[in-house]
């Protein structure tokens, strides 16, 4: 199968050298002073929540794999549903080609809520780590098998100056050790292949025996039902990121609320 992945990336290397080329001329400085204030991403996951576990409730209109889930996902209603339902942040997809996000969605869906919100891109520049800080995201992912472990140490670096916090995703234990060696804390687990985008929840059981003790685990992708979390929970996981079936769902509040009981 195409490696997806690979075909993301180079769209986002011509986006950042444009990105890079506009940030010459104006400044993030002015709009990262100007933004409101950051709001705990990492605090709100470092420990369970009232039900004993954490849901990061994505907004996401599409994916590759996946083609379009909703086309027509108003992404106000949809992350106040989500603080309805008890979710304990937001994540924000986007990247416009392949997943239809905007910064606009960020935005308004940020606006709308009181929880802190994680951008969710594919970013390889430290020039997109300003651009986040400065759209108002309280976080931002940062995804293992496209950096190299010296790149992502960086740019968890110039996320701690700018106060703002990092969820560093990986795939394979090998990806661990580098996340483990440039500093991340806050670990996701993706349990999507990005290279096929197949997902599997035995990818997370699997591999947080190899987390180090100060480290706190996010379980991504393909999390479905009360069952999933159950096993994964039981694994040592209290920290869940669900998109897709949350999107699909018709009363995104109620199914959210049924994950936590």
Same mark, same amino acid.
């Given at each position: %199968?195409?490696?997806?992945? *690979?075909?993301?990336?180079? =769209?986002? +290397?011509?986006?950042?050298?444009?990105? /890079?080329?506009?940030?010459?001329?104006?400044?993030?400085?002015?709009?990262?002073?100007?933004?409101?204030?950051?709001?705990?991403?990492?605090?709100?996951?470092?420990?369970?929540?009232? $039900?004993?576990?954490?849901?990061?409730?994505?907004? /996401?209109?599409?994916?590759? $794999?996946?083609?379009?889930?909703?086309?027509?996902?108003?992404? #106000?209603?949809?992350? $106040?549903?989500?603080?309805?339902?008890?979710?304990?942040?937001?994540?924000? @997809?986007?990247?416009?080609?392949?997943?239809?996000?905007?910064?606009?969605?960020?935005?308004?869906?940020? /606006?709308? #809520? &009181? @929880?802190?919100?994680?951008? +969710?891109?594919?970013i390889i520049s430290a020039?997109?780590?300003?651009? &986040? !800080?400065?759209?108002?995201?309280?976080?931002?992912?940062?995804?293992?098998?496209?950096? *190299? +472990?010296?790149?992502? /140490? &960086? @740019?968890?670096?110039?996320?701690?100056?700018?106060?703002?916090?990092?969820?560093?995703? #990986?795939?394979?234990?090998?990806?661990?050790?580098?996340?483990?060696?440039?500093? !991340?804390?806050? =670990?996701?687990?993706?349990?999507?292949?990005?290279?096929?985008?197949?997902?599997s929840i035995e990818t997370?059981?699997? %591999?947080?025996?190899?987390?180090?003790?100060?480290?706190? !685990? =996010?379980?991504?992708?393909?999390?479905?039902?009360?069952?999933?979390?159950?096993?994964?929970?039981?694994?040592?996981?209290?920290?869940?990121?669900?998109?897709? &079936?949350? #999107?699909? $769902?018709?009363?995104?509040s109620d199914f959210l609320?049924?994950? %936590?009981?």
């Amino acid at each position: %199968m195409e490696d997806i992945l *690979s075909r993301i990336v180079d =769209v986002k +290397k011509k986006e950042v050298e444009c990105l /890079k080329a506009d940030a010459g001329k104006n400044s993030f400085d002015e709009s990262i002073k100007q933004r409101d204030a950051y709001r705990g991403f990492f605090k709100k996951l470092s420990v369970p929540g009232p $039900s004993g576990i954490n849901i990061i409730s994505e907004i /996401k209109r599409a994916s590759p $794999s996946k083609g379009l889930i909703d086309g027509n996902l108003d992404p #106000v209603l949809q992350a $106040s549903q989500y603080e309805t339902g008890g979710a304990a942040a937001l994540s924000v @997809l986007t990247d416009i080609q392949f997943f239809k996000g905007s910064f606009d969605d960020l935005r308004k869906a940020r /606006k709308s #809520v &009181s @929880l802190p919100v994680l951008r +969710k891109d594919f970013i390889i520049s430290a020039s997109q780590v300003y651009e &986040s !800080a400065a759209l108002g995201a309280d976080a931002v992912l940062l995804i293992a098998r496209i950096l *190299s +472990k010296e790149k992502l /140490k &960086s @740019l968890l670096g110039l996320c701690n100056e700018l106060g703002i916090d990092a969820l560093v995703e #990986v795939h394979s234990t090998e990806e661990l050790e580098n996340a483990t060696w440039a500093g !991340a804390v806050l =670990v996701g687990i993706n349990n999507r292949n990005l290279r096929t985008f197949k997902t599997s929840i035995e990818t997370a059981i699997r %591999m947080v025996p190899y987390l180090e003790k100060n480290q706190i !685990a =996010v379980a991504e992708s393909g999390i479905k039902s009360r069952d999933d979390i159950l096993r994964l929970k039981d694994a040592g996981i209290f920290n869940f990121l669900i998109g897709e &079936s949350l #999107v699909r $769902s018709e009363n995104p509040s109620d199914f959210l609320a049924s994950l %936590m009981k």
